[in-house]
């Protein structure tokens, strides 16, 4: 049975990714994970890209070549047969631009709350985060489009959870 809350989270969900994608209209949704996980975890591989994009290596690769003739993006050293995808002064530029969009979309979004409303939200979708992941990889997925500036170390539900998690890995 479908429940009235999960119908507005998944309401909000698309309301903020179709919001975030009109507010940069020259990329698409993954040509903008892609640049921001560069800028954020970069240099990469085009298959780290992959992974943390959650593409496919071929999309990666045509998303990467898209980012390249932009100018966004350069090769760097070798790591095995893959060269890693660095960031050029231009993409680094456009990567901040990128990110200041999508922050404006939630903060306009948020806008309606109060303060104190703000604040429980913020608890709730730490909790929720924290329930949703599972690995780090997931958390880095999750993450991709994050400013990694701002939610960092201990205020980072996703990447506390995962580290939680890589901690119980090693005491097993």
Do not use: Y
């Not at 240099?43 to 992959?50: H, I, K, Q, R």
């Amino acid at each position: 049975m479908h429940m009235l809350l999960e119908n507005w989270l998944l309401a909000l969900s698309t309301h903020l990714g179709d919001a975030c994608d009109a507010a940069q209209d020259d990329l698409s949704p993954s040509a903008a994970a892609a640049l921001l996980t560069v800028h954020h975890h970069g240099p990469l591989t085009v298959s780290a890209l992959a992974r943390v994009v959650g593409v496919s290596q071929p999309t990666a690769l045509r998303v990467a070549a898209g980012l390249e003739r932009a100018g966004w993006v350069d090769k760097a050293a070798r790591d095995g047969r893959e060269r890693r995808l660095r960031l050029t002064t231009t993409g680094r530029m456009r990567a901040r631009q990128a990110q200041r969009a999508r922050l404006e979309v939630a903060q306009r979004t948020l806008d309606v709350l109060s303060p104190r409303e703000r604040d429980l939200f913020g608890r709730m979708v730490g909790k929720l985060l924290d329930g949703a992941i599972t690995s780090r990889a997931q958390a880095r997925r999750t993450c991709r489009q994050c400013d990694h500036g701002v939610c960092a170390g201990a205020s980072c539900p996703a990447g506390t959870k995962a580290t939680r998690l890589e901690t119980l890995e090693d005491l097993a």
